[in-house]
């Protein structure tokens, strides 16, 4: 078997080769990376440490897209980040994949781009190799550094000493990991952080708070079956009995390279290096509802003042990469067992594309009830049971893993989903036991949630981006309000209640606030479209679970993350503002996103508006959740209001009889 690979790999290659793209927002194909890095090189642009921590498609302009048909000749363009390590500058990279040139070429002095992988995986050698580390290690008891596991992070927070260096800066946690161990996350080396210059490969300094807290050395924490048996007083319980799915007649996703039909709907999907799951051109019966949807930022401040915690903050898109940490997903565990999988060609930092088996997932599910009602007096049920569309990957960041996704209704409804599981971020402290519920002592920032282990409080917010074109590109905001009306002859038995209507007519008037005593709500309307009610056509955003930042205004973090200042921005479309907190967070100390974008006012007005929705958790951490913590769901809606004229799910057929 094994003399047959090479020639299986060179037919794998020629097929890569021979795919053109289909559609003007096709992926970079395998072909197209290497002619990307072919034409940086010719040109000189590249040495031996150059590295390419972002490379994508380069993204047509919106009217190419929009007014593209099948077999039109297609541009492509890549987008390239590459970092010299060796002059630790960073450039921008344009490369015409069409003509073979260099379209653009711009230094960006002062600006980090996300972790390298590579950053990941190097550090543990020099770090373990530092005379300074080793003696924080051994006062802690652990004489054995190849049992310690170096966990890279962003830098999170500077000191103006450190970011006057202009250096790349990383940091490294330790977890303590013997041999059999393969969850570390519940043995954190508590007080030891290394500054790390990742160019230079060293250690700038290291950060001891000392001594506080015995190294966990159970075997309580480990996830695998046998171990939870043997650490569980009942062993495991019995598994439930098994339920069997099956689509006799098929799946009724119709996939086409990256785009989909299902039902009405029709789009077409991409997984960003950075962003993740990104929806294009998404259409119910060929209306035009949503051009392009994102999560484009996520941050995660810890609320712990303690000297090494307070400067962690995770970027988890602008720092990591929520789309390449990607899993390959498992049907029957991720996933269903009958969903459809998907790859990703993906570069690695040295440019050399690679492909990331399994990472999309896309797949039918019946939630429940579409629609129904009982007639009392026949006592004749209709019913139709509701199909819905799912598109998930899975994101495992460090100790945190996340499932993303996009719903897609058989009612118009677009869900976009989190789902937070893993492990949360533990704190090493010297009791083993609470005193109880208040907030005192260890407890003052978190929650005990195992023996000498706290779980500080920390929020998720997550920031989606969502190019509504509702019927078009003209379209308006509005503001909806709930409001009770005063007593008086018109409403003689107080209980009247109205909807306030408010046009949002300009970007400095759009950055908005949940309100539960108005149960407020958006909408993102076609001014120019009217339903047969004459209603504008409109589609609208619902709030689900939110929260608002612990953070001072006059924070550093805030500073970075000035997106969460509302949980609504409006913007007219530009196509460079992407990522709600800047192309570059990493190291950063302002936003070059949200706020920013709103400053010239631009009309929201009969334009091409673009809503940002920032979606936040506060997560104070619960026993139960350790040592993983079970999934917590959160996320928004996307509704249609007035693009139909009556629910649009009337015609679904009930199903077929089974007897
Ligand atoms: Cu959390």
Redesign the pocket.
């Known amino acids: 078997m094994k003399k047959h690979l090479p020639f299986l790999a060179l037919a794998l290659s020629l097929a890569a080769y021979a795919q053109p793209p289909r559609h003007p927002l096709d992926p970079l194909s395998q072909s197209e990376f290497n002619e990307m890095v072919a034409i940086l090189r010719q040109e000189g642009k590249l040495n031996d440490r150059s590295r390419f921590p972002i490379v994508t498609l380069q993204e047509p302009a919106k009217e190419v897209v929009r007014s593209f048909k099948v077999g039109d000749p297609i541009q492509r363009n890549a987008f390239a980040v590459v970092l010299d390590r060796g002059e630790n500058k960073m450039y921008e990279a344009v490369i015409d994949l069409t003509s073979h040139k260099l379209d653009r070429w711009t230094p960006k002095p002062g600006e980090y781009p996300g972790v390298l992988i590579e950053e990941f995986e190097d550090p543990p050698s020099y770090v373990r190799a530092d005379p300074a580390w080793q003696a924080a290690i051994a006062k802690r008891g652990i004489t054995n550094f190849e049992d310690v596991q170096i966990d890279t992070w962003g830098a999170g927070l500077l000191s103006p000493v450190d970011r006057q260096t202009g250096k790349r800066l990383i940091r490294c946690l330790a977890f303590y990991r013997p041999k059999n161990v393969r969850n570390p996350f519940y043995r954190p080396i508590e007080g030891v952080v290394a500054l790390v210059d990742p160019n230079a490969r060293k250690v700038v300094r290291i950060e001891d708070t000392g001594v506080i807290a015995p190294v966990n050395k159970g075997m309580e924490g480990e996830l695998d079956a046998e171990n939870i048996a043997q650490t569980t007083p009942d062993g495991l319980r019995p598994a439930l009995k098994p339920i069997v799915y099956s689509q006799p007649e098929g799946s009724s996703v119709v996939s086409n390279g990256n785009e989909v039909s299902w039902d009405n709907w029709t789009f077409h999907y991409t997984m960003h290096t950075r962003e993740g799951l990104v929806l294009h051109d998404m259409r119910y019966k060929g209306r035009s509802i949503l051009y392009r949807g994102s999560l484009c930022e996520m941050v ?1 401040p810890y609320g712990s003042p303690a000297e090494n915690w307070s400067w962690r903050n995770a970027f988890d898109l602008g720092e990591y990469g929520v789309g390449r940490l990607g899993n390959t997903l498992r049907a029957g565990y991720d996933v269903p067992p009958y969903a459809l999988l998907k790859d990703t060609t993906f570069v690695d930092d040295r440019g050399k594309p690679y492909v990331q088996k399994n990472n999309v997932a896309i797949y039918e599910k019946e939630p429940g009830i579409l629609w129904k009602h009982r007639d009392f007096d026949s006592t004749v049920d209709q019913t139709r049971p509701a199909r819905s569309l799912h598109l998930t990957y899975v994101a495992t960041v460090g100790n ?1 893993d996340y499932a993303l996704g996009w719903v897609l209704g058989q009612d118009g409804s677009i869900t976009a989903e989190a789902e ?1 599981t893993g492990i ?2 533990a704190q090493g402290v010297p009791e083993a036991q609470s005193s109880g519920i208040e907030p005192v002592g260890s407890e003052r920032y978190g929650r005990l949630v195992g023996k000498h282990i706290v ?1 500080p409080n ?3 917010f997550f920031n989606f981006r969502l190019d509504l074109d509702v019927d078009g590109s003209e379209n308006s905001l509005v503001e909806i309000n709930n409001q009770a009306e005063p007593p008086g002859p018109e409403n003689p038995q107080k209980n009247a209640f109205s909807r306030q209507v408010s046009w949002i007519k300009n970007e400095k008037a759009a950055g908005r606030d949940m309100n539960m005593n108005s149960c407020r709500s958006w909408m993102v309307v076609n001014p120019n479209h009217k339903n047969d009610l004459n209603q504008p056509t409109g589609y609208q955003l619902m709030p689900g679970e939110n929260s608002v930042p612990y953070l001072h205004p006059d924070s550093p973090i805030y500073m970075r993350a000035g997106f969460l200042k509302h949980h609504l921005w409006g913007t007219q479309y530009r196509p460079e503002e992407i990522y709600a907190a800047g192309m570059y967070p990493n190291q950063s100390t302002v936003s070059t996103g949200l706020p920013g974008w709103q400053n010239d006012d631009q009309s929201l007005q009969n334009k091409d508006v673009v809503l940002w929705y920032t979606c936040g ?1 506060t ?1 104070n ?1 619960r026993p139960e ?1 350790w040592p993983v ?1 079970p999934s ?1 769901r959160t996320g928004f809606r996307l509704i249609p209001n007035g693009f139909f004229s009556r629910n649009p799910s009337m015609d679904v057929p009930p199903p077929k009889e089974s007897k």
């Open positions: 995660v945190y937070l949360v971020l779980a920390h929020q998720h958790v997560h951490p959740e913590m917590h």
